[in-house]
């Protein structure tokens, strides 16, 4: 990493200080009955430490973080989540991910969960279109879910979400509807096949203070085009991931909260308008009667994975 520390002019008697209070608030939590929240309490202060002495933080610099966090929280509410968002940008989102999903054999690798599901999408037979009014090339998802054996795992449950080719999930209008989501289950052979929509690049929300940021930074608030998946099955690790787009130029420009993974980066095949569709399918009203395919095979960890 590029970064020069700050804290090398300072003389003894300073650091002297500065180490004396940071061991002071350590050990404030030294009686903590909890282990574990004395852990985080301890290490969150040695780090917050460090940072304040690293950059040595300006009290104006204080002020702006102060102020910056409370708008944060005035933003927030139960349905907009402004820290997640933070996280998110921040990339502790996906480290959270990363630290707490560790790669099990073949299993397939978890992604941002994102602020934009909801539990009471519909279901959608085999084959069943999830757009439910919402615009978009059509685009026809199939795959397997299987162990890492190679195993299939019949009535998994698969929840997809997307937005809409003009970048905005349902949640996002303020007319309550619902779109471009739904879920399924995998049939005896662990298969499963939908429609969707093409996915396309769009902005996570930044009209508000973490907006502010990336614009302070010069950082983009794009996404790279996904379509998010949860996949649930009893003795499995829940599955919450995307698949990405391949040949999408943001996947080389950045995706805005660090989560894409190449191995979930998949080719969605254009079909020409007139290209019979798998389940035959009228889609000649649609996208100039063009459509695109993907696979998507997935496969899960156990629910309880041996650590080393
Ligand atoms: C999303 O993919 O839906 C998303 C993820 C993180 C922040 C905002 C949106
Ligand atoms: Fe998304």
């Not at 940008?89 to 990363?98: E, R, V, Y």
Request: hydrophobic share 35%.
């Amino acid at each position: 990493m590029t970064h020069t520390s700050h804290t090398a002019h300072v003389s003894d008697a300073q650091r002297r200080v500065e180490e004396d209070l940071l061991d002071r608030v350590v050990a404030s939590f030294d009686s903590c009955e909890n282990p574990r929240l004395k852990l985080l309490m301890q290490s969150l202060t040695v780090h917050l430490h460090e940072f304040i002495r690293d950059v040595r933080l300006t009290e104006d610099e204080w002020n702006q973080a102060i102020d910056f966090l409370t708008r944060v929280g005035h933003i927030t509410d139960d349905k907009r989540q402004e820290f997640v968002l933070l996280s998110d940008t921040l990339g502790a989102s996906m480290q959270t991910i990363a630290v707490n999903n560790e790669a099990y054999e073949d299993a397939t690798e978890a992604t941002v969960f994102g602020p934009f599901f909801v539990d009471d999408a519909p279901e959608v037979s085999h084959g069943g279109d999830i757009a439910g009014g919402a615009h978009g090339q059509p685009a026809w998802v199939e795959g397997t879910v299987t162990d890492t054996d190679g195993n299939p795992v019949p009535n998994a449950r698969i929840e997809v979400w997307e937005c809409d080719e003009d970048g905005f999930y349902d949640v996002q209008y303020a007319d309550n509807r619902m779109a471009g989501r739904a879920y399924l289950h995998t049939d005896d052979q662990g298969t499963y096949r939908f429609w969707g929509l093409t996915p396309v690049p769009y902005p996570i929300p930044h009209d508000g203070p973490v907006g502010q940021m990336l614009q302070a930074v010069g950082r983009s608030p794009v996404r790279a085009a996904h379509l998010h998946f949860m996949v649930t099955a009893s003795g499995f690790r829940t599955l919450v991931t995307h698949i990405f787009v391949d040949g999408d130029p943001q996947l080389d420009i950045g995706d805005s909260v660090f989560g894409v993974k190449d191995s979930l980066i998949k080719a969605f095949e254009q079909q020409p308008a007139g290209t019979p569709t798998p389940d035959g399918r009228d889609v000649s009203e649609i996208a100039d009667g063009t459509w695109a395919r993907t696979r998507f095979d997935i496969v899960l960890a156990p629910a309880k994975t041996k650590t080393t």
